[in-house]
């Protein structure tokens, strides 16, 4: 019964929220035109501000001709997997981890913009079996073109 008391009066305090309130609840959206072009991007740890990786990323308008390129490497293909409400979902990989000499590595990004900046989080999975065979962390990138 309290259970239902509280999801009554959660209810009315939504229905009965300012107009203001509401447009700042809503989502926006973000379609691949706004992040086509040429970033600078920084794959960083869930705490703290040290770069674990810089590269360069190119969007695209359409889910084709994004890559990714490491500092000394060649491009690498990047897969737009999904683009849903503010977020837009990147997959690179398997490629050769910069950070685990001799492993193979898959990411998985989900990216918005936010005040002109690219920011998300990414889950990297490495080809080995155990408890580090998945990194979590942060994405920020900067606009170039």
């Known amino acids: 019964m309290k259970r239902i008391t509280l999801l009554c009066c959660a209810a009315l305090l939504v229905g009965c929220a300012p107009a203001d309130e509401e447009a700042a609840m809503e989502t926006a959206t973000i379609s691949l035109a706004d992040v086509a072009g040429m970033w600078q991007a920084q794959a960083l740890p869930e705490t703290g501000d040290s770069a674990l990786v810089t ?3 190119v969007a695209t308008e359409s889910t084709e001709g994004w890559t990714v390129t490491f500092p000394g490497r060649a491009p690498l293909p990047a897969r737009v997997v999904a683009v849903e409400g503010d977020s837009i979902v990147v997959e690179v990989g398997p490629y050769e981890s ?3 000499d001799g492993l193979m590595v898959s990411t998985r990004t989900v990216a ?3 005040n002109n900046i690219l920011v998300g989080t990414f889950v990297a999975h490495y080809e080995a079996a155990g408890a580090d065979s998945v990194l979590r962390g942060r994405l920020r990138g ?4």
Do not use: A, G, K, N
Request: hydrophobic share 45%; proline share 0%; net charge positive.
């Open 55 to 57: 590269y360069e990323m």
């Open 98 to 100: 910069l950070l685990r």
């Open 112 to 114: 918005r913009l936010q």
């Open 142 to 145: 900067m606009r170039v073109e």
